[in-house]
Each structure stands twice: as C-alpha cells, then as structure tokens.
C-alpha cells in the first residue's frame, strides 16, 4: 500500500511538472484547451450542431453560419469599444440601425436602375456600394459621438466613468431610436433583395444570394480585421493602448487618435452588419435592439473584452437561436440564450475564455 | 542644459505634492533625484515626461518648454520615461514591446540599430523574444520596460526606482545597464531609494524631502554629507 501512495504522488508531480513547462508540443496544449471551459463549450457546441443538422436537416448549420458571422462583427465592435475605452456600449444597436438605413437609401436608386438595366455591372457591384457606404456613414457617426460626447466627459470627469458611459450610450440609443422615427418615420424600410439572382443549393438548402454574400462578407471582415490588430502598426497601438494606456501615452501614442480609430472600426463594422443584413431586417426605429442583446450575449458568454473571442461566441449564439427556433418556435428565441447568459453569470462571472481583463479595469 | 525646471509645483488636483522645485540636467549626465517614501520624487517625473499637468512653474527640454505638453508629444521630443508600475503591455510579446517602444522612430535602420543593442544590452530579452510579457519575471520585466524606452532613442531618460522589489544582483545588473546606457550617450535622471548605491553610481544628485530639494550637489560630496549619512546611509 505505501509503495501504491508513493507512486501516486511521484506521478502527481510528474504532472505538475508537465504543466508548467514553457515548451509544450503542440498536442499538449490542444489536449490542455480542449479539455479548458471555452475548449469544451466549443467542442459541445460543434457536437450539438452536427447532431441536430442529422435530426433536423442541413439548414440548421447553414443558418448558423450565416446569421452567426454578423453576430460576430457586432460583438467584436462592442467587444474592442469595451477593451480600449471601457464603454458598455448600449447605442450599438443604434449604428447598426444607422447602417440599414444609409444602404437603404442608397440601394434605391441601383435598385431601379438595375430593373431597368438587369444586365449592367450595377446589378453585382451596386449592392456592395450600397454596403460600403453604411459602414463609411456609421464609422464617420461614431467619430462624431467620440468627439461630441466621450471625448468630453473624459476631459471633464473621469470618476465612474463606467456608469457614466452606460446611462449616455443608453441616452445615446433613445436619441437615435427617435430621430430615425421623427426623421424617416416608423415604417419597414426594407429591400427585397441586394442580389437579384437563383439561390444556391448547399447540402440540399437553397440558400439565397444575399446570404451567400452576407457569410462571405462576414469572413472576410474577420479576416481583415485580425490580419489588422495584429500586424498593423495602427491595429498595434489599439492593442496597446487596451492594454496599458499610460504605457501606450510613454511610448508617444497618441492615446486620442487611437481612440477616434476605435470608434470608427468599431461603429464601422456595426454598421456593416446592418447594412449587410438589409434584406433580412428592413431598417425602422428599434431595429438594433436584437442584433445588440444579441452582441451582448456574446460578450458576456466569452468574457468582456475578449475581441478574438467574439468569433466563436458570435456562432454558438447564432446556433442556439436557430435550435431554439426550430425545436421549441420562434416566440423562444431570446429565452434560451438569456437562460444560457443566466447560467454563465452564475458559474463563470468571467466568461467562458477565462481572459484576464485586469488591464481594462485598471485604467 | 537639456532639461530645466523653474520653481515647478505639482500634484493630484486639490493634492499639491511638488512646492517650487528646480532642477536641471545637463547633457550626458548621470543625475540621480532621492528621497523617502512620498517626498514626491514619483510626482516629479510624471509630471516632466506629461502625464501629469504641472501646476505651476516651467520646465525646459532643449531650450523648448515642455510643461503641460501632452505625454507622448513629450516622447516624441525625445524623454522616455520608466515608471515604477513599468506599464508593459503585457498580453503582447518581448520583441512586440520592444516595437511599440520604437512607435516615434521612423527610419527602419535605427529601430534595427536599436533593437540590436537593447539584445546586446539584456541578452535575457533576445531568449525570452517571443514571450509574453506578462509571463516575465520581476527582474526580467525591468530590463524589458528600460529596453522598450532604449527603443525611442531618447535624449533624456526618466527612471523610477529600478531597484524595487528586484535581488541585490539584479539590481546591481539594472544599475550597470544603465551606466552603459549613460556612456553611450543618454542622459539619465535616476529616482531612487536605495541611496548608497545611487549615489556611487550616479554623477550628482539632488534630495527631494517633503516636496522641496533640500540639498544639491556631486554625488561624493553627498556620500560624505552629515545629514545624507545620518537619514540615509545610516552611519
């Protein structure tokens, strides 16, 4: 018996020994992440989808894939918002809004124009335009509310800045909300389609242009995105000033011009989801209010400040609204993931990537 | 003079901690700036290097008045400046650091010049190269904060207390580091607690107490002074 007990033990800090080197093959650490929080809520997430795309059909997956990729833009805007400046951002919603609405209006015109001319570049390039200018307006609309109003308050009071940012985005979205309805009125302002062509069969589904389009749109902002906080030097000074901000200030950032950036891509890339998904969610007063509750679920499910981690998060959300749509109907939509929002709070308050946001709430 | 401080008041708003300070530091020197806990010796680099707003009084750099100056015009002018808390960033690596560290070099040839020495300088930074740097140890992190001010190619560099919380070896290799630092040329103002080991490295110091200089002089001198030895020094 004592031999078994010494054994024991010596293993134990083989064990230990293992995990604290440095040097770890490639195998270790995926074996070590796997068996983490996130590493089992991904591969729990992966396994619930490929089970209910088997009951239910292909469409479950295509459909997540879909919706979850603008999820995810949206959730990194708020994420980065958060993580550079610790705002709580509740207006989110309202540049998504902003963007429906701006390639609304300017889809009108290509739109007739391509009726009349189905055969012109227009009807492929157009609707792009009309994306590519939502994001342009939204980015220029958050530069305007950094300057206008976050820019203020920092120079004048920097004391709970936290709550102090949360009651003026809550403002902010009030403001917004009313001023699209006393503007442009409260009805659907909606397209039926920014690619006018046949749907493309996937596994079976047919699955319209748009959101074809819309996925690879997503992806390749995510990639752009990544490519640019990691080997830019502009995406280098957002990392440091999120990191260390007077450390960011010693190294002659300019911790305002990084914060102008931040806003604008941020902003930019809401407005970029809203206006990719137009033809899905026509433009009128509230309609962010579920594309940010849906930002937030993410937020909070892989831990506040968590830029990277949005991406998965964006999809896991989409997965459980589309399950929770097809097997319990659509009135259950938000209640699972506010169950599931629930329960993370609960037993992992940091969020299912346990980062350290030690940083953000030092500054 | 390369810097030069006029009768400078300082402090957190309602909180004057600095009462009409002047110092200055001329070109290549070693000056060292001690004092106990809380006389304001922090105070007085943060407010030089622009992260805190002076309350009165003017500070020179090169003949330009730099008081009040946002903090990282004032990196641009060319003071890095090492703080007590470091201010890595810690969730990107040594050599990511390091490059941040050279943000105001523009010419490629000088941050690779730079680079080169700070590796020469803290060879533990080439090895830990692709770390992050918030999985360095406390003497590592020091080297790491001094190399990424190295990086800008400063006239003039601010350190606070290098020797906190650091081995006597340690400390002894950051001290070295930083003579080495002086030879080639950079101006150094030291802040320091360990004064016996200040003052023998440092060319001329002065003593902040209560938020006033109360003495100036040559290191030696200081060394051999009655007060110095009896508060200080302890003999």
């Given amino acids: 018996m004592a031999n078994v007990a010494v054994e024991s033990t010596i293993d134990e800090s083989a064990i230990d020994k293992v995990d604290q080197t440095i040097e770890d093959s490639f195998v270790q650490k995926a074996v070590r992440w796997v068996f983490s929080a996130g590493g089992i809520t991904i591969c729990l997430t992966i396994l619930i989808a490929i089970v209910a795309s088997i009951h239910k059909g292909p469409y479950i997956l295509v459909n997540t894939i879909i919706t979850g990729g603008m999820w995810a833009l949206m959730a990194i805007g708020l994420s980065l918002l958060f993580s550079v400046m610790n705002i709580a951002g509740f207006a989110h919603g309202e540049y998504f809004m902003a963007g429906s609405l701006t390639a609304y209006f300017v889809m009108q015109p290509i739109g007739k124009y391509t009726l009349d001319h189905p055969e012109s570049f227009m009807a492929y390039v157009g609707p ?77 589904v047919y699955i319209s242009m748009d959101r074809v389009c819309a996925f690879f749109i997503a992806v390749l902002t995510m990639v752009g995105f990544y490519m640019f906080m990691m080997f830019s030097t502009a995406g280098k000074t957002i990392r440091a000033v999120s990191q260390d901000e007077e450390g960011a200030r010693m190294v002659g950032i300019s911790v305002d011009a990084v914060h102008i950036m931040t806003f604008a891509l941020s902003c930019g890339l809401a407005g970029l989801a809203g206006a990719s998904l137009l033809f899905m969610f026509p433009s009128y007063p509230t309609v962010g209010v579920m594309p940010l509750y849906n930002s937030w679920f993410i937020i909070i499910l892989v831990g506040f400040g968590n830029v990277a981690g949005s991406i998965p998060g964006g999809f896991m959300i989409a997965l459980f609204q589309v399950l929770t749509r097809s097997y319990f109907g659509e009135g259950w939509e938000a209640v699972v993931p506010v169950l599931l929002i629930s329960l993370i709070l609960i037993f992992k308050p940091s969020g299912i990537f346990a980062t350290k946001v030690r940083t953000v709430w030092d500054q | ?208 107490e209560k938020g006033k200089i109360v003495l100036e002089g040559r290191s030696e001198d200081l060394a051999n002074d009655d007060h110095v030895r009896k508060i200080y020094l302890g003999h």
């Fill in chain 2, 1 to 208: 003079m390369l810097l030069e401080i006029k009768s400078l008041d300082s402090g957190y708003g309602f909180l004057q901690v600095l009462w009409d300070i002047s110092l200055s530091v001329d070109e290549g020197e070693f000056v060292a700036l001690i004092g106990p806990n809380g006389a304001g010796k922090s105070t007085t680099l943060k407010t030089i290097s622009g992260l805190l707003e002076p309350q009165g009084g003017e500070i020179l750099f090169a003949g330009d008045s730099i008081g009040g100056l946002e903090g990282h015009l004032v990196c641009r002018k060319g003071v890095a400046f090492i703080s007590e808390e470091l201010n890595l960033f810690v969730n990107m690596t040594v050599k990511e650091n390091l490059e941040m560290g050279a943000f105001t070099v523009d010419d490629p040839a000088r941050q690779k010049e730079n680079l080169e020495f700070v590796y020469e300088l803290f060879p533990r930074l080439y090895e830990r190269e692709n770390q992050y740097a918030g999985t360095l140890s406390g003497g590592e992190r020091k080297m790491m904060a001094i190399g990424r001010g190295i990086m800008s190619s400063p006239r003039l560099m601010l350190v606070d207390e290098p020797s906190l919380g650091l081995a006597p070896m340690l400390t002894n290799e950051v001290f070295k580091s930083l003579r080495t630092l002086n030879k080639r040329g950079t101006t150094i103002l030291l802040v320091e607690q360990n004064v016996g080991k200040t003052l023998k490295t440092s060319s001329r110091a002065y003593i902040l």
């Fill in chain 1, 128 to 204: 792009l335009i009309a994306i590519l200018v939502g994001t342009f307006v939204c980015a220029i609309l958050g530069v305007i509310t950094e300057r206008l109003v976050f820019k203020q308050l920092r120079i004048r009071n920097r004391e709970g800045w936290l709550l102090n940012c949360f009651l003026i985005t809550i403002g902010l979205s009030v403001i917004m909300q009313n001023g699209h309805q006393l503007i442009f009125g409260a009805d659907f302002k909606g397209i039926l389609a920014y690619w006018d062509f046949p749907s493309v069969p996937i596994f079976g």
